[in-house]
T-cell receptor, first 114, second 114 residues
Framework: GNSVTQMEGPVTLSEEAFLTINCTYT??????LFWYVQYPGEGLQLLLK?????DKGSNKGFEATYRKETTSFHLEKGSVQVSDSAVYFC?????????????FGTGTRLQVTL | DAGVTQSPTHLIKTRGQQVTLRCSPK?????VSWYQQALGQGPQFIFQ???????QRGNFPDRFSGHQFPNYSSELNVNALLLGDSALYLC?????????????FGEGSRLTVL
């Protein structure tokens, strides 16, 4: 079956530090990949996505590249801010058009301090 | 434009009781999915509704049932509650006609079973 594995948290960084959150996946076919973010007291929201190999998703300074050869979709940001403190979830849909059933990783909590 | 709204936000039940959670999708969305997020875990897919029928189901027992109304709103019902049903229940909506895989989530209903 489909699965997503994320690095365990929490990840604690100082403001302006570089961020990497690792994500690898197992899926048949050609899944679409997503990063969702959950800020304290809020619902999940889409951060970025990539739908095919070598695509790079980007938003709010975050980036992730769909690497089919390593089945990975690592999240990066060059300079984190305190406001980036949240829980980050990597997720996949097995194939486009197969209805929106997301498979999530367990989430990685990021805490950014001054 | 109202996003996805869920009610109630918090509730406490005892083992064996029944609970109903409600969800109104984002305006223009006709598909509703429900997810269960246990503490420290990623969301797990329960089921999805569109055109008032259950279209996909995850690995959840029949104690979990749902309904979708003509106005696209939805309910999640859980019977014979167990302690392990304590979780955050998330509703997500999407437009079936534009299946990009992006889901819009509500803030969730936090259920505690004592």
């Amino acid at each position: 079956g489909n699965s997503v594995t994320q690095m365990e948290g929490p990840v604690t960084l100082s403001e302006e530090a570089f961020l990497t959150i690792n994500c690898t996946y197992t899926a048949t076919g050609y899944p679409s990949l997503f990063w969702y973010v959950q800020y304290p007291g809020e619902g999940l929201q889409l951060l970025l996505k990539a739908t095919k190999a070598d695509d790079k998703g980007s938003n709010k300074g975050f980036e992730a590249t769909y690497r089919k050869e390593t089945t990975s979709f690592h999240l990066e940001k060059g300079s984190v801010q305190v406001s980036d403190s949240a829980v980050y979830f990597c997720a996949l849909i097995r194939a486009a058009g197969t209805a929106s059933k997301l498979t999530f990783g367990t989430g990685t909590r990021l805490q950014v301090t001054l | 434009d109202a996003g996805v709204t869920q009610s109630p936000t918090h509730l406490i039940k005892t083992r064996g009781q029944q609970v109903t959670l409600r969800c109104s999708p984002k305006s223009g969305h006709d598909t509703v999915s429900w997810y269960q997020q246990a503490l420290g875990q990623g969301p797990q897919f329960i089921f999805q509704y569109y055109e008032e029928e259950e279209r996909q189901r995850g690995n959840f027992p029949d104690r979990f049932s749902g309904h979708q109304f003509p106005n696209y709103s939805s309910e999640l019902n859980v019977n014979a509650l167990l302690l392990g049903d304590s979780a955050l229940y998330l509703c997500a909506s999407s437009p079936r006609s534009i299946n990009t895989g992006e889901l819009f989530f509500g803030e969730g209903s936090r259920l505690t079973v004592l």
